[in-house]
């Protein structure tokens, strides 16, 4: 971890009206500095009197200094990657946000505060302003009130707050204590503080080397420390206490890490995904025929006692909905695709939307004939095209193929190239198609959850 350590000194308390006129930046590792940049700045106003006679800076020695937007470069490269630390750091961050605001950048960064860190870190201070809390701790200021000694104290005190170790990372990182929160063992935290918050796949290792799981998420780290955390189920458990390794590859794309999940754990068959049910489909629309001949649809938790799916679905409610916009449209009956029960005919046929299926007046060739459409309509089309989705960086993107309406596979080509469909046809890795695949192809297809789709016909 890298903090970018800064003070500033400005015309002003009001980060609205007024503006900076001095500021430095210590880079520190966590260990010592390892960089650092300090410039007056004209801040193209007047500097009142008593702020001269506070921090020594006049207008005469900021005439010919660089003015920010000449600056702006230097601090966003000083700050890169770093974490935003100030004495006070609401007042130096709000002032250097609102000078790239009006530059139209956005400055956005996560900020610690020694004020707040060291009345929990170092209590019983009667003060924690800066000049009073290094003068009981013996920190020497060499330029009280100017950008760099302020800053260089600031350093001084960050580093004492640094000695604090556990008790520091659960100030300074609220969201990695909550994630380490019910992990015992020292092993896997350090697998867990070693993971990418990015979309992949994950795969889990014993000791003896041997895979035992793989896994999908938007955020490998969280789902992750999930499973590290997890006390719930024999299988659960006995799984946590075999994970010795963390392996991951990034996806950028959330639909690739699902196919590529799904292609990994056929491929390699880990013991704990053959003893769980995949959960990302738990309800299925399933056909069948009644006793008078007519396919009747009914919404059911997957199981195999229920046959192959029509389609799959996350939850009850997202096939409903679908169900519900496709019934005037292929002219379905209510009380067939199991949306109402009665023991006469549908509501829809009771105000003339529904051709009397549900009590045998219309013939079941001619129902079935566009129920049948409807069940089509969750097939991949015989046609071949690529979908675009999110790459691992913003300069790349996700391909994924499908020709003559049959899964090719996936991989990456570079984001200026995607209107080539000779690369984009060279960029793909091969993958079977099965089942399953075209269940996730389906699901993403009919929700839109990706960029944009390219025709390949």
């Not at 204590?177 to 015992?184: A, E, P, T």
């Not at 955390?229 to 799984?239: H, L, Q």
């Not at 950028?252 to 013991?271: F, H, N």
């Given at each position: 971890?890298?903090?970018?350590?800064?003070?500033?000194?400005?015309?002003?308390?009001?980060?609205?009206?007024?503006?900076?006129?001095?500021?430095?930046?210590?880079?520190?590792?966590?260990?010592?500095?390892?960089?650092?940049?300090?410039?007056?700045?004209?801040?193209?106003?007047?500097?009142?009197?008593?702020?001269?006679?506070?921090?020594?800076?006049?207008?005469?020695?900021?005439?010919?200094?660089?003015?920010?937007?000449?600056?702006?470069?230097?601090?966003?490269?000083?700050?890169?990657?770093?974490?935003?630390?100030?004495?006070?750091?609401?007042?130096?961050?709000?002032?250097?946000?609102?000078?790239?605001?009006?530059?139209?950048?956005?400055?956005?960064?996560?900020?610690?505060?020694?004020?707040?860190?060291?009345?929990?870190?170092?209590?019983?201070?009667?003060?924690?302003?800066?000049?009073?809390?290094?003068?009981?701790?013996?920190?020497?200021?060499?330029?009280?009130?100017?950008?760099?000694?302020?800053?260089?104290?600031?350093?001084?005190?960050?580093?004492?707050?640094?000695?604090?170790?556990?008790?520091?990372?659960?100030?300074?990182?609220?969201?990695?204590?909550?994630?380490?929160?019910?992990?015992?063992?020292?092993?896997?935290?350090?697998?867990?503080?070693?993971?990418?918050?990015?979309?992949?796949?994950?795969?889990?290792?014993?000791?003896?080397?041997?895979?035992?799981?793989?896994?999908?998420?938007?955020?490998?780290?969280?789902?992750?420390?999930?499973?590290?955390?997890?006390?719930?189920?024999?299988?659960?458990?006995?799984?946590?206490?075999?994970?010795?390794?963390?392996?991951?590859?990034?996806?950028?794309?959330?639909?690739?890490?699902?196919?590529?999940?799904?292609?990994?754990?056929?491929?390699?068959?880990?013991?704990?995904?053959?003893?769980?049910?995949?959960?990302?489909?738990?309800?299925?629309?399933?056909?069948?025929?009644?006793?008078?001949?007519?396919?009747?649809?009914?919404?059911?938790?997957?199981?195999?006692?229920?046959?192959?799916?029509?389609?799959?679905?996350?939850?009850?409610?997202?096939?409903?909905?679908?169900?519900?916009?496709?019934?005037?449209?292929?002219?379905?009956?209510?009380?067939?695709?199991?949306?109402?029960?009665?023991?006469?005919?549908?509501?829809?046929?009771?105000?003339?939307?529904?051709?009397?299926?549900?009590?045998?007046?219309?013939?079941?060739?001619?129902?079935?004939?566009?129920?049948?459409?409807?069940?089509q309509s969750f097939k991949l089309k015989p046609t071949s095209f690529?979908?675009?989705?999110?790459?691992?960086?913003?300069?790349?993107?996700?391909?994924?193929?499908?020709?003559?309406?049959?899964?090719?596979?996936?991989?990456?080509?570079?984001?200026?190239?995607?209107?080539?469909?000779?690369?984009?046809?060279?960029?793909?890795?091969?993958?079977?198609?099965?089942?399953?695949?075209?269940?996730?192809?389906?699901?993403?297809?009919?929700?839109?959850?990706?960029?944009?789709?390219?025709?390949?016909?």
């Amino acid at each position: 971890m890298r903090y970018a350590i800064i003070d500033i000194e400005t015309t002003g308390g009001n980060h609205r009206t007024e503006r900076i006129t001095e500021i430095a930046i210590y880079v520190h590792d966590g260990e010592k500095i390892v960089d650092e940049y300090a410039t007056l700045i004209n801040p193209e106003k007047h500097i009142p009197p008593f702020i001269s006679g506070l921090t020594g800076i006049t207008n005469q020695m900021v005439e010919n200094a660089p003015k920010f937007f000449e600056v702006a470069k230097e601090i966003v490269l000083k700050t890169e990657d770093t974490i935003f630390v100030a004495h006070n750091a609401n007042f130096d961050y709000s002032f250097i946000k609102n000078e790239f605001k009006q530059l139209g950048f956005n400055f956005n960064k996560k900020t610690l505060d020694t004020v707040r860190l060291s009345r929990k870190l170092l209590p019983g201070h009667a003060s924690y302003s800066l000049g009073k809390i290094c003068n009981d701790l013996g920190i020497k200021i060499n330029g009280r009130h100017r950008a760099a000694g302020d800053a260089l104290a600031t350093v001084k005190l960050f580093e004492i707050l640094l000695s604090k170790n556990e008790d520091f990372e659960v100030l300074a990182n609220p969201e990695k204590y909550k994630l380490l929160k019910g992990i015992d063992d020292e092993a896997h935290k350090t697998i867990i503080n070693s993971l990418p918050e990015k979309v992949g796949v994950y795969y889990f290792f014993d000791d003896d080397k041997k895979l035992i799981y793989i896994g999908k998420s938007l955020n490998v780290k969280q789902r992750v420390a999930q499973h590290l955390r997890n006390n719930k189920g024999k299988k659960s458990i006995e799984m946590k206490a075999r994970i010795a390794e963390v392996h991951f590859e990034l996806t950028g794309s959330e639909l690739v890490a699902l196919l590529l999940e799904s292609a990994e754990i056929k491929k390699y068959q880990p013991i704990y995904n053959r003893s769980q049910r995949r959960t990302l489909y738990s309800y299925g629309l399933y056909s069948s025929y009644n006793l008078h001949g007519y396919i009747e649809l009914k919404i059911e938790k997957i199981s195999n006692k229920h046959g192959e799916p029509v389609a799959t679905f996350t939850n009850k409610d997202e096939v409903q909905n679908n169900i519900y916009k496709q019934i005037e449209k292929y002219n379905l009956c209510q009380k067939l695709c199991g949306l109402y029960k009665s023991e006469s005919g549908c509501f829809h046929y009771g105000i003339k939307k529904c051709n009397g299926a549900c009590i045998q007046k219309e013939s079941n060739i001619e129902y079935n004939k566009r129920a049948l459409e409807f069940i089509q309509s969750f097939k991949l089309k015989p046609t071949s095209f690529f979908i675009v989705d999110k790459g691992k960086n913003d300069s790349e993107k996700a391909i994924i193929q499908i020709c003559n309406g049959k899964y090719m596979g996936f991989g990456c080509i570079d984001a200026e190239l995607v209107e080539n469909k000779e690369l984009m046809t060279d960029c793909i890795k091969k993958h079977a198609d099965n089942r399953d695949v075209q269940h996730i192809l389906n699901s993403f297809i009919r929700n839109r959850k990706f960029e944009t789709l390219i025709e390949n016909d």
